[in-house]
């Protein structure tokens, strides 16, 4: 019986999105922010709490010198005071993004996901942006699901998101609710739209009957603005909790609905694709 | 070279979407009717019309019987008249949905690229929706991309949309513009919102830097009441026109933007793709 078929009773999930800015460089200052963004969403009863893409380093880096001041591996303290932030409410994860320092001196654009015990795993980046190509090296796997107390997760970071393969590939395997750490930069929108990462997300969560909880970035960083996207989507595509321009997204989630791909008596989100056509598993 | 870099144009096209409601089993009515559609939208200087799945047949089907009653072969002057209908504007091509008779007494929920020369192409279904499965037997091709004069024509059928696999296939192939004939039911939605469908042809355009034209029906046919979502989806994913309660959408639409794929300095839709990851052409 593939994963995504085990049933999950109706379980209600208080996801929470903390938009945060980091500074650029400052991994101090950082750790301490996004320590006090994760222990704040817990004294608001958050489940699952997703903090930026690379919170811990800023984004707009100049030089591989800049990369290497802030890059960490998993035993640093900071996963640790994460997990701590977390002990309060046993059972709740967070999904934080951060810049890895690999075995031989590379870095990797990474998202860890920590419970109260500490890292339980780490994704890096498989589709890189732009700039990103100069200061990191793509992840050579796609992303973990993990379960949880809180269903099972899979994550994304920034542009993976824009590869229907990738939140595919995650669903196949399971997973209830994807979250998604991203620095959007601000592009141009029609008057009255959504931010286009959103719309992609609202139609990879309906495709796939899960839920996509995508944290974003608000102000500028070295002139880059960002797009204050932060947006949880349910599992039938619509947003249930935006930001805006304040810090936070948070809403309460029936993750059960992900484990039915059954969309009528003679429709099936997943036994329904051509895989004799197109590939895949 | 792949055929999505071949370099077109500025070309703008005049794409227009007949929202037309056909009588269920009344192939005389609808062959009228939607030739018709054809007229008028080469009276508006349409260079591709797309007109709704079934559109010769109606969809809500009681047996099989009445299924065979308005099945057609390639070779039903109904072609014929689309072609004519088109002949005013060399180079214009419609594509519509129709019950096939296949060889075999098997039936088939098809779309025919028709231009002033007669048929071009059919497309069977790949991916058939509910009830559909008790009467057609699904497509054993991916659809086809096809050179116009107006760039290149790919198809999809209503569901069809809802796997990413399949608009990745034709936007892999070349296609500028996917035409989908749909029969879209009426689903619940928050006030405010576009159908879903309309959102995940709004990612698939976005994330494939293709036009996708969804033509739709309005009203309701044996109690089952048709969404009127009607849209044509730019090149960024932004819907260009809509039918709403209207028969026509209508827009121009710079279909050389599709063969940009490059993102940024140092983004490319397709090349950032990790066929190494999850397989893909």
Request: hydrophobic share 45%; with cysteine.
């Amino acid at each position: 019986m593939p994963n995504w078929s085990d049933p999950l009773p109706m379980k209600v999930v208080r996801v929470s999105c903390r938009q945060i800015s980091p500074r650029i460089g400052d991994l101090a200052a950082n750790v301490e922010m996004s320590t006090e963004a994760v222990r704040s969403a817990i004294a608001e009863s958050a489940d699952i709490i997703v903090l930026p893409e690379l919170v811990t380093s800023g984004y707009v880096f100049e030089s591989n010198a800049e990369v290497a001041s802030v890059a960490v591996t998993l035993g640093h303290p900071l996963f640790a005071g994460w997990a701590n932030a977390l002990s309060g409410r046993r059972g709740s994860v967070v999904i934080g993004g951060f810049a890895e320092a690999g075995p031989g001196g590379e870095h990797y654009n990474s998202a860890a996901i920590v419970d109260a015990d500490g890292v339980v795993a780490v994704y890096r980046k498989t589709h890189l942006w732009d700039r990103e190509k100069l200061w990191f090296r793509p992840g050579e796997r796609l992303p973990p699901v993990i379960d949880t107390a809180h269903g099972r997760l899979g994550v994304a970071i920034c542009y993976d998101l824009e590869f229907p393969e990738l939140i595919r590939h995650l669903a196949l395997a399971g997973a209830d609710l994807v979250a998604v750490p991203t620095n959007w930069p601000l592009v141009p929108r029609p008057t009255g739209e959504r931010p286009p990462e959103v719309v992609i997300a609202m139609a990879a969560a309906r495709i796939n009957r899960i839920a996509i909880a995508c944290c974003d970035r608000l102000g500028a960083e070295r002139g880059q603005v960002w797009t204050g996207g932060t947006t949880v989507v349910d599992v039938d595509g619509w947003p249930a909790a935006t930001a805006g321009e304040s810090d936070v997204a948070t809403a309460d989630l029936d993750l059960g609905a992900a484990r039915v791909k059954t969309l009528t008596d003679h429709a099936h989100a997943f036994d329904d694709r051509r895989t004799d056509l197109y590939g895949g598993g």
